[in-house]
């Protein structure tokens, strides 16, 4: 049965287009307010053309009455305030038969890429009616036209719109919020859409939950680590975790400095974590390639830092502002030497809070850098989500007794980590130092030395107890889904509808990219027969990884396709009963 | 020269808050103008000084040599107007794309009219400074005052400012020439400038008025590489 | 060059590819490009013989917009690769170009060291004293004060004085431009052009859309009070002591560029056994 017959259902997918400060981003932003104030859940994904101002923009939404974690196979709405240069966007905006168009007749027919579907249309005169609310905006109109199509409920609509003119300074209020009542009003004239089976969740303005995006979530999260700096040069798609630390972090004692470049940037960090304050830089391939000399002193020197790498589209300048899970090759293998270092990476934009908060506390606890792959889809993805509870890790840093004597920075231990004294500690001075060295911390080139601390390095990240959070792992059956971060919601979802269709299969999402963890993926793997290896790069890099470190049971698939498109469940669901008939 | 004045100034532009409000926080519908830019300002009277400097570079000897320089004022303001059409195309907004490449067909209509009138088989090369009333030609549009949300009356604003000072250029020319064939010239570009002129102020009784939201975009500027 | 066939000579409109810019309406850029074009024209070079090389900013994106060789990197490193090609290919033009944020802060350490070196390059940095690209943000010649998401309240630093630095560090041709004198800015490139060793042009581009109080420096520059010096310690006190607005060359030096002699040796690899022969 094709799911775009079904009358009700479980999630609505909408699009708002247009271009030239038509206002689609705002709008749908707006929308996603409303949802959330209705109960709902749901989330907007951006899209926009190279232009800095006037391109062509698509806010990409998906609502829902239970969580949502990625964008669903096909659109439902699409709703062009214009048509403008959208037919670029005909990749990223899968339409079918069961789609709507709606679109101003006065300004241009719809795109015949989404004619050519089969998508129906109906005109709405946006500019008009605009026009004949004197003060208002097109993008209102399309605000309240989206919210009356899927039933968000008008007293939402009005009281977010008023709240959000108000912080505007009040102006035009009357005029917009009878524009989105006309808009409301409207979508009762066009063809009708699948409306929201069940009830929502909430009720409306009850029950606290987040409206957040995955950089803000990872800023808060390093913050509820305990960081308490970061330096960082701007870099998109991971600016906006620096946005919102720049005023954050003053606010509770901390400060972000904006450095000359990545090279000063990661210095700065690992110089301020050196002096006992918990550090992070965040910023993407480009800069993670740029850091990647200096991760290798904070590895040799022992010194904590937290690497916010928001992943995009690779290699080099790359696709600056679309998603990619392509560095795991470099946050696995990219720096010279012996270099242990641990890779965490967050599986949903809510994740991205304690993803990094666990990042932090592994960084201070093992004393060692800590990459956070994150990518574009969740740094710049605005989802409504539960109050990420905070996870309780925050840690102490070893340090020296004050009573230590003939202190030892690097001594040998039975856990590998050694107490790490804090320039002001008296009578343990040290030097930090990126040139292998005795325990003491001065300079050797003594192949014991040498072993010992880079046996006492590797030994501290492998034996350290990473708990539970390691992975996640859901489901049962011979088959077995493995992957990692945003891909995560595309293979839950096309589990689940795996699941209904009586096909039984197990997930395993690693949180825990690095150090491998061969016993525990063994333990979550056992009696899998078939190994689906998911993933969004072009070369496979996790399923190599996986491969290389890992004796995976049964027989093992890699599926895979670079960015900049997203993992789609149908195509995840596609895989796993094709392959399950065999 | 005016080193020692011009510190006393200290002019640096005062660094005040700019696009950074409306980029604030996206969701908040704000009626604050991104402030991009005040409406397109040709319209006003240029301040500058060493504007009238470059008018004095053009006592022209001949006849042909004035209208070589005609020749070249034309052909590049057909250019740039030719280049805000592509700019204004590339930002989605094809009404003003389509006025300013009618404007560039004009100018370059004016440039063909000289080459046919002096029987010139190929562009003449015009090595003297024509600049004025600012540091470009003086049909030459200022692109700084383009706007990605602009609308056709403010390209015509701009098209008349510069048609104005094409004739007051001309009418300058005619003025000091010292060469009965250059005044002529002069004479008759000025009349032709001046026809323009009447032909765009016509051309914006027609055009609406702008709202005064016009510049007003919802969203934040989008970032990249 | 011994051809023998005399080219006709070429136009800026030659220089121009026909792919568009994505650059703001209204930004200065736009002009900047087509001051190089018109300097290319000028000295009547041929789009094939030049390479345009860039780091990342909007400013950077200039090399495909010229029909000439480009290269577009990666942040911070333009200085770098350009060097590394001229040096390589004497025989090339080599213009570089970069915006404040790329030349000044990513590539600062670069930039010094391309002053001191004097490569044969023309180093054409768009100062617009923001990052375009990314945003706005402060970039190291924003004013202290200027508030930004990323320095709330401004940052409190001091500016960067890049022509002062130019100076101190050895490049052997300094010069400021404005965009908005597209003319009289292609004059100053080709002038750079010409000058052997490594020309640095700080050409103030208006952001329009993070700067939009930039719009005002057409009122505030004075092209050409200044007359070119030979002395670098006079055109150092006279950029220290100005406002920022002057426009012109303000140095012209003697240094010798430095260029190792490549495609001079006509030795085999073969001929080096010897060496090794018992
Ligand atoms: C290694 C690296 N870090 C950061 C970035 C992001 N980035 C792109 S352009 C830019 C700043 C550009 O500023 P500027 O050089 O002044 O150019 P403008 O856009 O103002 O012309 C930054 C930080 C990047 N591309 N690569
Ligand atoms: S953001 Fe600024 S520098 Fe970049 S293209 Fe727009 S106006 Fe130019
Ligand atoms: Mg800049």
Partial sequence: MSRAKEKDKASISLVLTGSGGAGVMTAGNLLLEVAAQAGWYGLMVRSSGPQIRGGEAAALLRLAHAPVECLDDRFDVLIGIDWQNIHRFADEIPLDGASLMIGDPDQSEPPEVFVKRGARYAPLPFKQMAKAIPGSWPNMIALGLAAGLVGLPADSVKSVLQNSLKKGGGEKMAANLAAAEAGYAFAANVPAVPRLSGRAAHRAGRDARWLITGNQAAGHGAVRGGVRFCAAYPITPATEVLEWLAPALPKIGGALVQAEDELASINMIIGASYGGVPSVTATAGPGLSLMTEAIGLAVAAEVPIVVIDVMRGGPSTGIPAKSEQSDVNIALNGLHGDAPRIVVAPNSIADCVAATQWAVYLAEATQSPAIVLSDQYFGQTRAVVDPPADIGLITERLKPSATAEAYKRYAITESGISPMAIPGMPGTAYTADGLEHNERGLPSSQSGDHIRQLDKRAKKLAQFDYGARWADIEGEGELAVVTFGSCTGAAREALARAAAEGIKARLLSLRLLSPAQPERVAAALAGAKQVLVVEQNHTGQLYRYLRAEYDLPGEVKSFRHPGPLPMRPGEIHQQITAWSRL | ?225 | MNSTVAAAPITAQAFKSDYKPIWCPGCGDYSVLSSFTKAFAKLDLRPESVAVVSGIGCSSRIPAYTNCYGFHGVHGRSLAAASGLKLARPDLTVVVASGDGDGYSIGGNHFLHACRRNVDLTYVVMDNHVYGMTKGQPSPTTEPDWDSKLSPGGTGLRTFNPLVIALAAGANFVARAFSGDPNGTADIIADAIRTPGFSFVEILSPCVTFRPEQREWKQLVRPGPVTTTDDAARAARRIMTDDGFNIGVLYKGQRKPYQPPVGKGKKRPSDLEAEFAI
Wanted: proline share 5%; aromatic share 6%; hydrophobic share 35%.
């Fill in chain 2, 1 to 225: 020269m005016s080193t020692k004045q011009s510190t006393k100034r200290n002019a640096k532009v005062s660094s005040k808050k700019s696009a950074r409000k409306s980029t604030k926080k996206s969701t908040r519908v704000s009626t604050r103008k991104t402030k991009a830019a005040a409406a397109p300002k040709s319209a006003r009277a240029p301040k500058r000084t060493a504007a009238k400097a470059a008018t004095k570079a053009m006592p022209v000897a001949s006849a042909s040599e004035f209208m070589a320089h005609a020749y070249a004022m034309e052909a590049e303001a057909a250019e740039r107007y030719a280049e805000f059409a592509d700019s204004m195309e590339m930002h989605n907004n094809h009404e003003v794309a389509e006025l300013f490449r009618k404007l560039s067909r004009i100018e370059q209509r004016h440039a063909d009219q000289i080459l046919e009138q002096m029987g010139w088989k190929q562009s003449p090369v015009s090595s003297a400074d024509y600049r004025w009333e600012g540091t470009e030609g003086p049909e030459t549009a200022d692109p700084t005052e383009l706007h990605y949300l602009m609308q056709p009356y403010h390209a015509l604003q701009i098209a008349l400012h510069n048609e104005k000072r094409a004739r007051d250029f001309f009418a300058h020319l005619a003025k000091v020439a010292t060469n009965g064939g250059v005044r002529k010239g002069a004479l008759e570009m000025r009349e032709e400038e001046a026809e323009h002129v009447r032909l765009i102020e016509e051309w914006l009784k027609r055009t609406p008025v702008p709202g005064s939201n016009w510049e007003t975009d919802q969203d934040p500027p989008v970032l990249s590489d």
